[in-house]
């Protein structure tokens, strides 16, 4: 395992090397966009890909990371002590970080994007492009879906699923976490 995790390592920084002899093509094109994520996966500048995902999957990124920071600013201000510790400590690595750029770098860790990612840092061998889609085939024919963006650039859908998913949980986690807080709130108030 560690050594197919090194190998891929080092595949991605020749296939980088390499790259950096040449002009990397527009981002405006799917082989562009991947040539950046590749670059930044291989680098350990996991941010620096965020550019380059769907715009849905950036909009949950930044869902993900404001619930978390707002559920966290409602536990510390409504919650009584020793009340809320167990979810502060599951909810602030993500709400306490600046933006959702910072929040889907935390969450490529987490879930093994990254190192999804890392498995196959090699170079294109094709690109499909139907419409606003394109599929992205490496030397290895592992395939990468992505979508054109509003702005022109084109984002990469692997991991838009499991960041919807992750939103809408720290969406309804928010609500149970706002009706607590009410709660305590209604119970601490001085009687009228």
């Known amino acids: 395992m560690a050594g ?18 040449r002009p990397f093509p527009s981002d405006r094109s799917p082989e562009g966009a991947y040539l950046r994520i590749a670059e930044s996966v291989a680098q350990g500048q996991v941010r620096d890909m965020f550019p380059y995902l ?8 930044f869902t993900i990371r404001d619930a978390r920071a707002k559920a966290c600013a409602r536990i510390r201000s409504s919650y009584p002590k020793g009340q809320g510790g167990e979810l ?9 970080l600046p933006d959702g750029r910072d929040a889907f770098a935390l969450l490529a860790q987490q879930k093994g994007f990254i190192s999804q990612l890392r498995r196959d840092l090699s170079g294109v061998a094709k690109v499909d492009i139907q419409g606003e889609r394109a599929s992205v085939e490496t030397v290895r ?3 990468y879906p992505f979508r ?12 838009s699923a499991s960041l919807l998913a992750e939103a ?13 807080a009410d709660d305590y709130d209604r119970a601490s108030a001085p009687p009228p």
């Open 141 to 143: 024919g592992t395939r």
């Open 148 to 159: 054109r963006r509003e702005n022109g650039i084109w984002g990469l859908t692997l991991f």
């Open 54 to 61: 769907e715009t849905d999957a950036q909009w949950a990124a």
């Open 4 to 21: 197919a995790i090194a190998s891929g390592v080092v595949l991605a920084l020749v296939v980088v090397s390499l790259l950096a002899r």
């Open 88 to 96: 502060l400590a599951a909810y602030a690595p993500l709400g306490d």
């Open 168 to 180: 809408e949980r720290a969406s309804r986690d928010l609500s149970v976490v706002n009706a607590s």
